[in-house]
């Protein structure tokens, strides 16, 4: 993220010199620890106004270096990703399998070792971003049906998901209350599910013994904020291989879909279901176990997506990537589901890094059959490093300002520690020390100032280390990728936020410390 | 423990996210009891404290100028973040009239249904008598996506363009044709502001030399956007100036009567390195082999789609029906995926709510399914990936400047105070009751706080709509986010409610200083 050596040398050089400046040139380093103590008041709300400084940068800091280490740790250097010519992410990307099966037979694609699995190391796989109504806290029925009777509702039928299935309520169970709320009528169930429930509930029910029909008033969703997610659901033929192309693990007691990629489970309601299976990245695992107030989804887990219900037979170690975020399901339910019944992209293993390089450059320039374009997989990743790059030049600037308000915040302090000490100044003169001695005892005071609050500001920070954010990843050019990141607090971080707090002990020591250097010793014993 | 968080981010979150609004409320009542007050009955004590105060300040003009700098650039960054939550916070938050819906593929992204849904979501599905009907002709458009790049061998970002396909009327539809027949007759052309030369050239016009007749005549176009003759289904149309309406209507008819004419936003203009009246060949990114040859017509006024193109829709179309006669067989793959968004407005929240079940009950709308939601709902789902960064700008970096304002101030004034201790003696010698001296106090760095913050957030709007033509954060699709004029009360606020609360602490120790001890230690 930052040219990490530049920055360190700086900090290096500068504390070395500082430190033989100090000692050649016999600062009363004592008296001015003494001045910060004695003025306590002052020097605790500079410290303070450090650490807030350095700790929401460092804070900042550490959230786009997330978004950098997810993209450095996706992709295998000896990967090959093949997009259709002109696409700009997977999720424009066409490709016809007649037009592209033969990528896979390149001399350079290595051979599965897996003697139950043979053939090319490629993973053929459709990429879909799909829109996922977050469930809401109360009710996740999709349907929901029932007999208003008095201050009750008998129920007709309710779908899969939420609290009316975990809570075990079945077609027949009477609702007198729930959640606290009486549902007397059609008009008070709906403004129980308005707002909490995504789309619209048709909702049939009986009045007065004649059958009506309506649906849910769901229009004011927006108004108490829930919304959708975007989930990265990516079909594929063969999970095995799969995962073997992109190096993904899984968890222990996890297993790859079976090859129908579908398995009956029992409902709620006691009922048999049928439900597709997947394999999730840890952290979609735990954006999706929230919704159920756990906190991941295992193997067994289900939620429901699209209508349908979704088991999870494994979870990938996948931890740093961008496929931390995704659902691998089987490309021939998925595909036709989501009207994608093309592939979306081909990756091919290679050697290693230089064989994809060379691999790619040939697929792209000699492959006749269709108009691809083919990448190492690792440039196609850091590719998605656009999106952080902004991040990071907006979290410059708001530095760059807030280096200059913390700099004349401590002009200030620093000024009036000069004017409170005039006399002092006047008796160092005298006994000996020189103009500079002088300039460099207040330099020195402001740095050790900022030394105190940019370590404590940097602890303070450190406290971001480790915690998960979700954003977006891109290239810049329409698609990206939803991510769920780990803020890192890293060495270059707390560099960085050393560096930033000593440049503003710097500036905002420096012109006052020069304006002490020419106070004049009569002067300042007057 | 939920219940409490609740109630304060209830309360809490107006003020963070609609500062505007909170602050103008509060400063109106302060005001109107500041003016009435000192007006008519403490006219003189207030000037007389506020001589002091001022001479106060300007006494140690470094100490102040240098806490009013610290406060200017830190109030910056606070109304940059407070601008995007505010423009944010506006765009999901529901119209009850007037509001717009969006139409799209129920559950996937990006959206792609087939063109064959236009005609029925258009309407909003109606199937029978009694549904709500939406006006085609001014209150629904259609979006479809093309892009393309005039590099094929070397796409960047420069030689990129995406088209939203559309029917140009839909840009501005002008109702009335009285109106229609006024503003072709204004001698502004479609190019506005810029003229072509015969060298080839554009240069921009720098006066219209109108007559007092046509003068009114731009009046009275204006006027037709407040009575709604004139309508846009695209936002922004109230932001325009009547020369420009009129050159934008005139760019409309020229695309209209020839569809390889197209209108360009000035910064994709630029990047491309085009000119008004120059063609262009795009190679297509998304609509393989299907490259289309454009010639720009208009450009869109400065401000919100400098970066955006338009061009017509039925080009698009009938270059896909093109390929699929010359291909027989073999139809394009997005035949069927052509038509990615259908718009439409509603009066009010009861006729949405009515073409929501509409489009929800027909059938013809199965495969693949869609759905249809407000505007503001379907910006939110897509701030919800980007929710964490919000709630850290919200909740980590404006309350942290806030804090550090507050304290650079509170060293100031701590400074001053100490640096004064004599003078406060003095003071209370003379008669100077303890809450006077508070008050003293309190007014410097309030009066500090209100004026730095002014001239904090009066640079910054200056600078960011000026200047730099909006803040440019990369969230979600807005391309820039411009300063409200409501936010140079944001300055003023910040800095009096930080300095009040930054000298809290000093102006309590000022008023409690013993009169004794300060002259025992000076004997």
Partial sequence: MFPTEIILYCLMGFTLFMAVFAWLAKVPIKYNLRNLLVRWQVTLMMVLAFVLQVGVLIFMFAFVNGMYKLTEGSGVPGNVIVLSDGATDEVFSNLGFADTSDVELHPTVLQSENPDDPGPLASWEVYILVNQPIPSERINGILLGGDFEGDSMKIAHVSWGGVLASGNLQVGDVLQKFNGFTPANHESLQKLLAGKMSGIAPLDFNRNGSPHQTFCDLGKLAQVGSTRRFLQVRGIDNPTRSLAVHNLPLRSGGKVFSQAGVQTIKGPNGIATSAWEVILGEGIARTLASDQKKTTLEAGDTFTVADRIWVVVGVMKSSGSTFDSEIWAKRTLVGPLFGKNSYSTVVLRTKDADSAEITAAELTKSFKKSAIQATPEKEYYARLNTTNQQFLYSILFVAFVVLIGGSLGMMNAMFAAISQRLKDIGVLRIIGFAPWQILFSFLLEALLLSLIGGLLGCAAGFLADGWSASSIVSGGAGGGKSVVLKMTVDGQILVFGMLFSLTVGLIGGLVPAISAMFIKPLDALR | ?523
């Fill in chain 2, 1 to 523: 423990m939920e219940g409490i968080a609740e109630r304060i981010d209830s309360f809490l979150v107006p003020l963070v996210v609609t500062p505007g609004d909170a602050i103008r409320f509060t400063l109106v009542e302060w005001l109107g009891f500041f003016v009435l007050f000192t007006g008519f009955a403490f006219a003189g004590w207030a000037w007389f404290y506020f001589r002091f105060i001022l001479r106060n300040l300007l006494r140690n003009w470094l100490r102040t100028s240098l806490t009013a700098m610290a406060t200017m650039v830190l109030v910056l960054v606070v109304t940059l973040v407070w601008t995007i939550l505010l423009f944010l916070s506006n765009a999901t938050s529901e119209k009850a009239k007037d509001l717009k819906a969006i139409i799209t593929e129920k559950w996937q992204i990006p959206s792609q249904m087939p063109f064959s849904y236009e005609a029925d979501l258009s309407e909003g599905a109606p199937s029978k008598n009694g549904d709500f009907r939406v006006d085609t002709t001014k209150d629904s458009m259609t979006w479809q996506f093309y892009g393309g790049t005039v590099d094929p061998a070397k796409r960047t970002r420069e030689n990129i363009v995406f088209f939203f396909c559309m029917d140009p009327n839909k840009l501005m539809t002008v109702n009335d044709p009285t109106i229609d027949s006024l503003m072709a007759s204004i001698p502004i052309p479609a190019t506005y502001p810029y003229r072509k030369e015969e060298t080839g050239e554009m240069v921009e016009i720098k006066s219209l030399n109108l007559t007092d007749a046509q003068k009114k005549d731009l009046e009275k176009v204006k006027n037709a956007v407040q009575k709604g003759q004139i309508t846009s289904m695209m936002d922004g149309l109230d932001e325009m100036a009547p020369e420009e309406l009129v050159a934008m209507r005139k760019a409309i008819l020229l695309t209209l009567g020839d569809k390889r004419k197209v209108v360009v936003g000035r910064e994709r203009l630029l990047a491309l390195n085009k000119r008004i009246g120059e063609t262009f060949k795009l190679t297509s990114l998304n609509y393989k082999d299907i490259d289309l040859e454009f010639e720009v017509a208009g450009v869109f006024p400065d401000g919100r789609y400098n970066q955006s193109a338009v061009m017509h829709r039925d080009y698009l179309n009938d270059a896909m029906d093109d390929y699929n006669r010359r291909n027989p067989g073999k139809r394009h793959p997005l035949s069927d995926k052509s038509l990615n968004l259908v718009w439409i407005r509603v009066p009010d929240t009861a006729s949405f709510q009515k073409v929501e079940g509409q489009i929800a009950i027909s059938p013809k709308f199965q495969s693949p399914a869609v759905k249809c939601e407000t505007a503001s709902s379907g910006v939110a789902s897509f701030l919800d990936a980007y929710r964490d960064l919000l709630w850290g700008l919200r909740w980590i970096l404006v309350p942290f400047i806030l804090l550090t304002m507050s304290l650079i101030i509170s060293v100031a004034i701590s400074i001053s105070v100490r640096e004064r201790r004599k003078e406060m003696a003095i003071l209370k010698v003379l008669g100077f009751a303890p809450g006077q001296i508070l008050i003293v106090v309190l007014g410097e760095a309030v009066i500090v706080g209100i004026l730095s913050g002014f001239l904090g957030s009066f640079s910054t709007y200056y600078l960011i709509n000026e200047v730099i033509g909006g803040v440019k954060f990369p969230i979600a699709f807005f391309p820039a986010f411009m300063i409200p004029f409501e936010a140079l009360w944001w300055g003023p606020t910040i800095g009096a409610i930080t300095a009040l609360s930054g000298s809290i602490f000093p102006s309590y120790n000022a008023c409690r200083i013993k009169v004794s001890e300060v002259f025992a230690r000076i004997s």
